[in-house]
Nanobody, 125 residues
Framework: QVQLVASGGGLVQAGGSLRLSCAAS????????VGWFRQAPGKERDIVAA????????YYADSVKGRFTISKDNAENTVYLQANSLKPEDTAVYYC??????????????????WGQGTQVTVSS
């Protein structure tokens, strides 16, 4: 069992940056693949970025490619999502999710077993 705590959200102006953190406790994070999802009001939850357990493979949704970076710090038991050049359409609740092992990254929410509580990102125009 692993517990996830997402943090780092907030209110930022368009063009600004935020670094979201997903901290794990209960188990070492080194063998877990992680994904970041987001859900805007009235919309479905969508994948934003994902990383394999080794950190060697990453995925980005087209909407964030070139602006967001996912990284994994196994020593800190934390996965980060660096979000730059933020746009109002990035406004959403951001969730991190994890699954043990596997191969590569995972982009569907049903692939993940553990979820954080979500952190709100609001980008003003």
């Amino acid at each position: 069992q692993v517990q996830l705590v997402a943090s780092g959200g907030g209110l930022v102006q368009a063009g600004g940056s935020l670094r979201l953190s997903c901290a794990a406790s209960g188990r070492t994070f080194s063998r877990y693949a992680v994904g970041w999802f987001r859900q805007a009001p009235g919309k479905e939850r969508d994948i934003v970025a994902a990383i394999s357990w080794s950190g060697s493979s990453t995925y980005y949704a087209d909407s964030v490619k070139g602006r967001f970076t996912i990284s994994k710090d196994n020593a800190e038991n934390t996965v980060y999502l660096q979000a730059n050049s933020l746009k109002p359409e990035d406004t959403a609740v951001y969730y991190c999710a994890a699954r043990f092992g596997g191969s590569g990254y995972y982009t569907r929410d049903l692939n993940y077993d553990y979820w954080g509580q979500g952190t709100q990102v609001t980008v003003s125009s």
